[in-house]
């Protein structure tokens, strides 16, 4: 049996587990390899190991064109209905989205997610398509009577 594979078979007394996301939102890909060693130090350094080999041998690319062939053909009819809010992960819990629907004139079929932060200029708020990146239609911006366009 190789040093590899005896590592990640025999008992270990540290692990970790790594999450390479390609974006933020819940709904990107993940890659979660499991990390083992005998030491801290072996921890880290098959870390690096892992990650270089990731790297190297094209399988974060691979994921990637994997993950977005899977959204351009088999779209969960939810989200083409607009019935389904994106997920997130925050405060180590995922945490769904309001949807929020968009002006009567919105042509949108995807269903809008409400955001809202502080920038330089102050305060703002936008409706945001919750399609796949690459296939958002327009965000819709607050205006200063209240109304989004």
Not at 33 to 44: F, I, L
Not at 57 to 72: C, F, M, N, S, T
Not at 110 to 136: D, I, V, Y
Request: glycine share 10%; charged share 20%; proline share 6%.
């Amino acid at each position: 049996m190789t040093p590899t594979a005896m590592a990640a078979t025999s008992p270990n007394k540290f692990k970790i587990g790594l999450t390479f996301k390609a974006a933020a939102g819940y709904d990107a890909e993940w890659i979660t390899p499991t990390v083992y060693g005998e030491s801290a130090e072996e921890v880290a350094v098959n870390a690096v190991d892992v990650m270089k080999a990731l790297a190297d041998k094209g399988v974060i690319d691979l994921a990637a064109l994997a993950a977005k062939k899977v959204r351009e053909t088999h779209q969960s009819t939810t989200v083409l209905a607009g019935n389904s809010a994106p997920m997130t992960f925050s405060g180590g819990k995922v945490q769904a989205q309001q949807s929020t629907p968009g002006p009567d004139t919105d042509s949108c079929t995807h269903g809008r997610t409400l955001r809202e932060g502080q920038g330089a200029k102050g305060p703002w708020a936008a409706l945001f398509c919750n399609a796949p990146k690459g296939s958002q239609c327009d965000p819709l911006w607050r205006q200063k009577d209240g109304s989004f366009s």
